[in-house]
């Protein structure tokens, strides 16, 4: 088994160190794993098997949407990634 190391907060530290019961170790390996499972997947995703999840009357939203709304659309979900990513770093103690 290979070894890595990464940093973290010490507020996150003293939390961990709070819970001696729990196999942190095991905990990371496990998120780490899913999240690449995860990952996999969605690039693993068709064309057509996207078009399945996302339902016909999603798709013709979508095809029907000018782009004024599309151009909307992207700025709110880049505005709502910025914000859980600075809710993550907060977090994780990183501000």
């Not at 709110?76 to 990183?94: A, D």
């Amino acid at each position: 088994m290979t070894n890595i190391t990464f940093s973290i907060s010490k507020d996150l530290h003293q939390k961990i160190r709070s819970h001696p019961e729990i196999k942190w170790s095991e905990i990371v390996r496990r998120s780490i794993r899913e999240y690449l499972l995860k990952i996999e997947e969605r690039k693993q995703m068709t064309t057509d098997q996207l078009k399945m999840v996302l339902g016909q009357d999603t798709l013709d939203i979508i095809e029907n949407l000018d782009t004024e709304t599309e151009t909307k659309f992207d700025e709110k979900m880049k505005q709502m990634e910025q914000e859980r990513l600075e809710t993550l770093q907060k977090l994780e103690g990183n501000n």
